[in-house]
């Protein structure tokens, strides 16, 4: 084994440098952060509507037997819990790694390194957002404004970025360049 190969089991490693440089390409942030929590209520609404007609449907379920389909209320908070997840998973880890909130605000999730998201990374996403919103309620948006990539404190936990489409980020740069 010569001096320039990695040693140890399991390979090389190395570390990657960040992939949007917010000096060099300053349209991916421009916005982010107000267009973001507009994409979190879009999304809290898509995720709320059918838990809220699951809550009804057992409401009338429980009326027309006697009580007993109300028994069924247990499972809207793990349902709840599940629908969320994979309303995040399946989103975040589409080709346009974005929610659905986030495609109408025309941004989109990546890496810190630049690769897209996929299913695992936006349920973590999710998780670590809601205990993070738990814990420290502030410090997850006041985050965001101390930073120059705009990311929030769930961002830094797990490494990605949430920046504007590209799209918005070419009309962003020839707006600029034409003003």
Not at 17 to 39: C, K, M, T, W
Not at 113 to 127: E, I, K, Q, R
């Amino acid at each position: 084994m010569s001096n320039n190969e990695p040693s140890g089991i399991g390979g090389s490693f190395s570390i990657k440098p960040h992939a949007y440089d917010p000096i060099a390409n300053s349209e991916l942030f421009q916005g982010v952060l107000a267009r973001r929590f507009v994409a979190f209520v879009i999304d809290l609404f898509i995720v709320a509507v059918p838990v809220a007609i699951a809550a009804i449907f057992i409401f009338f379920l429980g009326l027309v037997t006697f009580f007993l389909g109300w028994v069924l209320f247990w499972l809207i908070y793990p349902g709840t819990i599940v629908w969320a997840l994979f309303y995040c998973g399946s989103t975040l880890g589409s080709p346009a790694s974005a929610t659905i909130g986030m495609r109408i605000m025309d941004l989109e999730m990546r890496t810190w390194y630049g690769a897209p998201a996929y299913f695992l990374l936006g349920a973590v996403h999710a998780v670590v957002f809601w205990i993070t919103v738990s814990v420290f309620t502030p410090l997850v948006l006041v985050v965001g404004l101390f930073n120059e990539r705009q990311r929030l404190l769930h961002d830094f936990l797990i490494g990605t970025v949430v920046i504007n489409n590209p799209v918005r980020a070419e009309a962003l740069r020839l707006a600029r360049s034409a003003g």
